[in-house]
């Protein structure tokens, strides 16, 4: 049942990322017929502040799930439905709250974000828009704990295709006429029919249970308690995470938010299919550290789902820097591409940012929620202190920068950490292995594209160059990673048929 629970996983989490890249991929350029570079900027600057509003949820929905596989575990129904009810109620007003207060300070926003006291109305609805669907989404992530937690995950993938299908469908037909208030309209019908969905699935698992909806205020206590750390960290990371392009639009332009956006985009997209895997998995990690009870003890597949990691990202990332200036060029044109040394920064940080986030993942299955919030935090801090000093000398690629200088700390405050608390997860990550793939595969991409620049682009020598380079880097890994293969191997091919 777990094994298919994160088949299920998967397919949920592709469906986000087929609404992802259809919306953010493949309709751009559609959109950019009836928006400009600037208008586009603003709103990737807009939604990054409004952001910040996640916060509220202060890493509930990771925590709720850990706590509700804890309690099922027990059999201690009164318990589980109180933890439920709690966090599902506290999601309703944290979403009405986020609505409310972005609808009051709408017009100053749009203002923030454009430099333009006369900046046009739409872009204060569109944010007001936007900031129903983040709140929605809270309330999803809530209730899809439940049918985690019961492994009955084989609607919820349908759900989130169904509702993506309609959000787009709103978005191409209404953007003609409304602008970019069509891509906040597509987002919020998305998310509020699968936030229906969703809710009624799982209460309808509840149902059928036994399990009813039981109000207790010192569970929202209890919770909260439980998230004090997180959402000190929670602050900082979604500072660093999502308010790049606010920091981008106010202090440089809303055009050079949409380049920095652009160039980012191939890597980020890479790395939310990697994260699928990370994602369809937590809740088995979570259920299993709850059984057995050891949770200083990393799970026996960890390392080889790191290693898995490793090599998908590398192999992604690699294709990413070699075809991304071309791929750029047919996209929207080559006017909104930032350059190669910008996209190889890119890649690399997208390399680290991942394994970072899947580290920070095993740390809340176990039950370590302090460590990985104070771990988030040095991260949050290290990117905020490394912005300010490294943006106004290298601007763009200053942002990177800080993003790569938040990551070593974080992977530092790790590995002493762990060494005090008697935990042995990092090395599992940050090893020879690792620093060994990535130097092999940083030589390997800068000499292809070296060759292919020196034949002037020419079709023929680059398809043939990078054929060579990607021959190469699958013998190495295969060298290198025979363990790997011959778990992957027992996984897929069983013995016992």
Not at 310 to 325: K, Y
Not at 443 to 472: D, H, M, N, P, R
Not at 475 to 491: A, G, H, P, T, V
Request: aromatic share 16%.
């Amino acid at each position: 049942m777990k094994k298919l629970s994160i088949v299920h996983n998967f397919l949920g989490s592709f469906s986000n990322f087929i609404f992802l890249f259809l919306t953010s991929i493949v309709l751009l350029p559609y959109y950019f017929k009836f928006i400009n570079i600037s208008e586009y900027g603003i709103w990737l600057g807009g939604i990054s502040f409004l952001s910040l509003a996640t916060v509220l949820d202060a890493n509930i929905g990771m925590i709720l799930t850990q706590q509700l596989a804890e309690k099922w575990n027990e059999k201690n129904r009164k318990e589980f439905s109180k933890y439920f009810t709690s966090a599902f109620l506290f999601g309703v007003f944290v979403s009405l709250l986020i609505a409310v207060i972005t609808f009051l300070f709408r017009d100053k926003l749009s203002v923030w974000v454009s430099h333009d006291i006369n900046v046009e109305k739409k872009f204060a609805t569109s944010f007001s828009l936007y900031s129903i669907f983040l709140g929605l989404t809270i309330i999803s992530s809530y209730c899809g704990s439940v049918s985690q937690i019961f492994l009955k995950t084989f609607l919820p993938p349908f759900f989130n295709l169904f509702s993506s299908i309609i959000g787009i469908f709103v978005t191409v037909f209404a953007i003609p006429r409304c602008g970019i208030v069509a891509v906040a309209l597509g987002s919020l019908v998305k998310s509020a029919i699968y936030c229906v969905l969703v809710s009624a699935h799982a209460f309808k698992i509840l149902r059928d249970e036994k399990i009813y909806l039981e109000f207790d205020i010192l569970y929202i206590v209890k919770l909260l308690q439980k998230v004090s750390l997180p959402f000190i960290s929670k602050i900082g990371m979604t500072i660093a995470g999502s308010m790049q392009n606010f920091i981008i639009a106010t202090s440089i332009s809303a055009s050079t938010t949409t380049i920095f956006e652009i160039t980012r985009k191939l890597p980020i997209m890479a790395q939310s299919v990697i994260n699928m895997f990370a994602a369809a998995t937590f809740t088995s990690f979570s259920l299993y550290y709850s059984e057995r009870k050891e949770n200083n003890e990393s799970h026996k597949y960890t390392k080889h789902f790191f290693s898995l990691i490793r090599i998908l990202l590398l192999i992604s990332l690699m294709g990413i820097f070699l075809l991304g200036q071309d791929f750029i060029a047919l996209w929207v044109g080559i006017d909104k591409f930032g350059g190669n040394i910008l996209l190889s920064l890119f890649c690399i940080l997208a390399f680290f940012d991942q394994l970072r986030v899947i580290l920070s993942q095993q740390y809340y299955a176990i039950g370590e929620f302090n460590l990985t919030s104070i771990t988030d935090s040095i991260f949050a801090m290290a990117f905020v202190i490394s912005a300010f000093v490294f943006i106004p000398l290298m601007k763009l690629e200053g942002i990177v920068l800080a993003g790569l200088i938040a990551n070593a700390a974080f992977f530092i405050s790790c590995k002493v950490l762990e060494n005090q608390n008697h935990i042995a997860v990092v090395g599992l990550i940050l090893n020879k292995k690792l620093f060994r793939d990535l130097f092999f595969v940083i030589i390997l991409s800068f000499c292809t594209k070296i060759i292919c620049e020196y034949f002037g682009g020419e079709l023929f020598v680059c398809i043939f160059t990078e054929t060579v380079a990607i021959s190469f880097f699958c013998l190495f890994f295969y060298k290198n990673e025979l363990q790997l293969w011959f778990f992957l191997r027992s996984i897929i091919f069983p013995k016992d048929g």
